[in-house]
């Protein structure tokens, strides 16, 4: 089955920066767009990143803009999520997902905390 297995969340202090990972499998990851999102604190789901099934093309939230970098691995079906000059309101759940057939799947998340 679809799987998708977030990590490299935690604690950071403004102005750091963090590598996120997603591990993918149950598809066929060579073909698909993948897509970062964040649920922040007392806010809905945020759209932050995506990278083309090639990692030829690259998309970013305003909000993150020269901040963060998305990239992929299709040889390790992994995709990341380079987060720099980390601000407070970066802080939260960050999810990768993959649309297979109109249905839309998620890992767990993995924390992240930008606190002094």
């Known amino acids: 089955q679809v799987q998708l297995v977030e990590s490299g969340g935690g604690v950071v202090e403004p102005g750091g920066s963090l590598l996120l990972s997603c591990a993918a499998s149950?598809?066929?990851?060579?073909?698909?767009?993948m897509y970062w999102v964040r649920q922040t604190p007392g806010k809905a789901f945020e759209w932050v990143s995506a990278?083309?099934?090639?990692?030829?093309?690259?998309l970013y939230a305003d909000f993150v803009k020269g901040r963060f970098t998305v990239s992929r691995d299709n040889a390790k079906s992994t995709t990341y999520l380079r987060m720099d000059n980390l601000k407070p309101e970066d802080s939260g759940l960050y999810f990768c997902?993959?649309?297979?057939?109109?249905?839309?799947?998620w890992g767990q998340g993995t924390q992240v905390i930008v606190s002094s």
């Open positions: 997902n993959v649309r297979l057939r109109d249905t839309d799947y």
């Open positions: 149950g598809f066929i990851f060579t073909s698909k767009w």
């Open positions: 990278i083309s099934s090639s990692g030829d093309q690259v």
